[in-house]
């Protein structure tokens, strides 16, 4: 594993985040508008809103990045919690640290109480998939959306 530590995102961490934010909508060939993303950053910091983040450091910098969300379930009585994005920079990619994000979630949702944690990929985002594999189960779902 790479010498990097996972942290919350701080308000002083903005200037790291917005990059690893602007990477991954591109990953996904997306754009917002700014002011969604203004909006994203005031929640992941907003202690009375059920959106986290963090960040992993090397050396200083900002080398990736996790969102997740509590919601509550139909099926428990407990929160679950939903990884939304997750993002590593490319020169360190397959170096562990998404592992470590994903480790992250997974340690701060049980304290929190969450009793699972889950996530969407692309079935084209093969190389993420590999890592999916390893540490989850994969149930057979298939997605459905409308935007409205």
Known sequence: MPDVQIKPVTPDDHAQWLPLWQAYLRFYKTELPE???????????????????????KDGNAVGMVHFIYHRSNWSIH??????????????????????????????????GCDKVHWLTHETNATAIQLYERIAQRPGYIQFRKML
């Not at 907003?46 to 986290?52: I, K, Q, R």
């Not at 490319?90 to 480790?103: A, K, N």
């Open 35 to 57: 002011s969604v993303s203004q909006s994203t950053w005031e929640r992941l910091l907003d202690g009375s809103e059920p959106t986290h983040a963090a960040l992993a450091w």
């Open 79 to 112: 929160n679950a919690c939903y990884l939304q994005d997750l993002i590593v920079a490319p020169e360190q990619r397959g170096t562990g640290v998404g592992r470590l994000l994903i480790q992250h979630v997974y340690v701060t949702a049980k304290q929190d």
